[in-house]
């Protein structure tokens, strides 16, 4: 019997531990592997820096959730740089959107300053008309897109950057494989910071990487793993795997909850503009309708009338919502992106970022609309 996406990751990919007949995956703790007498391997693991057991359920299981196959890495910047390091050469011309999580896109201006790439940063919706045929060699897109959840179209991204000889790789963290799965719309390389929902308890730094299969892309990843050195530890693997078992229930929770705050917050004084792309009124939302399912995140932004000033006053009285930086846990989580990203930020002076955990969407609305005085 074929086991449905829920399944799999509720059951961390349904293994039973053959010596001892454990449902939960073992944690492996060592660093190197034996070898028999002629000096063979007595298994398929030789030292910690390539991988370790405890990897494969996680692994397996987003493989499967994504329909490919999956690396992890010790954080979700260093799953993206794999992806740019292991796939570009010097001089390459790169497409990018310009909106993405801020570190990734200074990572990447760093990265085109070391390997003197031509970077090409343009708005979500000029991303395919960018690609240079025969001349552009990867296309990053991150949809939706952290802060201001900008929706970005996979399937013709995929398709202008496979026509000029590019890859396509896609941010899909906000995302979830719960509600999206790029590689069925053309992307050759989904990447997530694993720090988010996919372990969904704010207890866990990882990344992953997801391509279609074992080939040379897989190969090359790895390879680039093993080299810098960017391997996850086998604790964060096991909470990774754990983590993976909720996803679904979390997200389904998640997304109902924001677009109920997103509405409600759309009629709420104080507001000037709710960012969701589950709304009609988001310039995205066809296009997220079209290529998400089940929902739209449990990300939005406000837009708070009064500016920056008055932005950090409705932060500062929230009592529900924790003020911290990163999002997909179990706890609501509000911040001002602009004072995080510091100076240089793309990000409004007057917007809020809020991350919608698992307590009653009623109590969060009260919340927010106790701070803004509404």
């Not at 932005?311 to 529900?320: F, M, P, Q, R």
Request: net charge neutral.
């Amino acid at each position: 019997m074929k086991k449905s996406p829920e399944t799999l990751a509720a059951q961390a990919g349904g293994r039973i531990d053959a010596p001892t007949g454990a449902l939960v995956p073992a944690l492996h703790t060592s660093t190197t592997f034996a070898r028999d007498p002629g000096y063979a391997l007595v298994g398929p693991h030789e030292y910690a820096r390539d991988d370790n057991p405890t990897f494969l359920p996680c692994e397996d299981v987003l493989g499967e959730l994504e329909g490919g196959a999956a690396l992890v890495f010790a954080s979700g910047m260093a799953a993206a740089s794999a992806v740019v390091e292991s796939t570009v050469r010097t001089g390459d011309h790169v497409v990018a959107s310009r909106a993405m999580y801020w570190s990734f896109r200074n990572r990447l201006r760093a990265l085109a300053d070391r390997f003197a790439l031509d970077l090409e940063l343009c708005d979500p919706g000029d991303v395919a008309r960018a690609v240079r045929p025969g001349v552009t060699r990867l296309v990053w897109i991150e949809t939706p897109a952290n802060p201001t959840w900008d929706v970005v179209d996979v399937a013709a991204a995929a398709g202008a950057a496979h026509a000029g000889g590019a890859l396509l790789a896609v941010d899909s963290t906000a995302a979830t494989p719960v509600l999206s799965r790029p590689l069925e719309l053309g992307a050759d390389f989904v990447m997530h910071s694993a720090t988010k929902y996919l372990s969904g308890h704010g207890d866990v730094v990882a990344g992953a990487v997801v391509v279609r299969d074992r080939g040379p892309l897989w190969q090359s990843l790895r390879a680039h793993r093993r080299g810098a050195g960017s391997v996850l530890g086998p604790f964060e693997a096991w909470l990774l795997s754990r983590g993976m078992r909720t996803l679904f229930v979390r997200v389904a929770r998640q997304c109902e909850s924001a677009l109920a705050l997103a509405e409600a917050l759309a009629k709420t004084p104080g507001i000037r503009e709710v960012l969701y792309p589950g709304l009609p009124t988001h310039p995205g939302h066809a296009i997220a309708a079209r290529q998400m399912r089940g929902g739209f995140g449990g990300m939005l932004s406000v837009r708070v009338d009064g500016g920056r000033a008055r932005a950090l006053e409705v932060a500062g009285k929230l009592t529900v919502f924790a003020r911290a930086t990163s999002f997909g846990g179990t706890e609501s989580l509000v911040e001002h992106r602009a004072s995080v990203e510091g100076p240089g930020s793309l990000a409004p002076e007057d917007l809020l970022r809020l991350s919608v955990g698992l307590e009653p969407a009623s109590e969060l609305l009260d919340d927010l609309r106790r701070a803004l005085g509404a």
